[in-house]
């Protein structure tokens, strides 16, 4: 079985720039989670997407952040415009659906703003 | 505001010895509680979940106790080897709507051989 897949799996960029990453999750998997995971912390979930709508973004940025699940597969998160305190690593997650199910993480994608 | 803690400081432990790892939660009721291990530059591995009406839970050397008087989740690792050295992160969830994980900052646990 396939893991979860992102790319880019690093990325550097200017503040004020903005970047944009891809998530392709489990086959089958309904539940889709965005966490982003600061240097010596836990991940802290961003986005909750249930197929393609979304079920949790309390704490999305929504002033800079945004993300879309478009036919309840693939997702992408965008950051525009990028602030310094945005350096993290973006970790994408799926599970079979919402519940107490193991969430299976991909590789992260680890952003650099200067 | 809800907390979830763990041990902030590494934890060393000779090979072969048990390792216990701690979960602490404040103004929180989970309805089930995930751990997960990360290894440096990856995404976090699901190893266990135990439920609030649970009080242990085994899978081969993992062990973990849920404790909901004291608010608080141990994991242990017995007969440890040096490829047990990672993070370990306790991930409580309340359930309901979203199901949502609230993730612990994780102790890292290096075994020496």
């Known amino acids: 079985e396939a893991g979860v897949a992102q790319s880019p799996r690093y990325k550097i960029i200017e503040k004020r720039q903005s970047v944009a990453f891809w998530c392709n999750p489990i086959?089958?998997?309904?539940?889709l989670y965005w966490y982003q995971q600061i240097l010596g912390q836990g991940p802290k979930l961003l986005i909750q997407?249930?197929?393609?709508?979304?079920?949790?973004d309390s704490q999305l940025p929504k002033d800079r952040f945004s993300a879309e699940r478009l036919k309840g597969v693939d997702s992408t998160l965008k950051i525009q415009p990028a602030k310094l305190e945005d350096s993290a690593v973006y970790l994408c997650?799926?599970?079979?659906?919402?519940?107490?199910?193991?969430?299976?993480f991909g590789p992260g994608t680890r952003l650099t703003v200067t | 505001s809800q907390k979830i803690e763990q041990n902030s400081e590494a934890l060393n432990i000779q090979e072969g010895k048990t390792a216990t790892l701690t979960c602490n939660y404040t103004n929180y009721s989970p309805a089930y509680l995930q751990w997960y291990r990360q290894d440096p530059g990856r995404g976090p591995v699901f190893l266990l979940l135990?439920?609030?009406?649970?009080k242990e839970k085994r899978k081969e050397r993992l062990k973990v106790t849920f404790d909901t008087t004291l608010k608080q989740s141990l994991f242990h690792i017995t007969a440890s080897q040096p490829a047990d050295s990672a993070t370990y992160l306790c991930a409580p969830s309340q359930g309901g709507a979203t199901n949502k994980l609230i993730f612990g900052t994780g102790t890292l646990l290096a075994v020496q051989p």
């Open positions: 135990i439920r609030e009406n649970e």
């Open positions: 086959s089958g998997h309904a539940t």
């Open positions: 997407f249930q197929n393609n709508g979304v079920v949790d």
């Open positions: 997650a799926s599970s079979f659906r919402r519940g107490p199910y193991e969430q299976y």
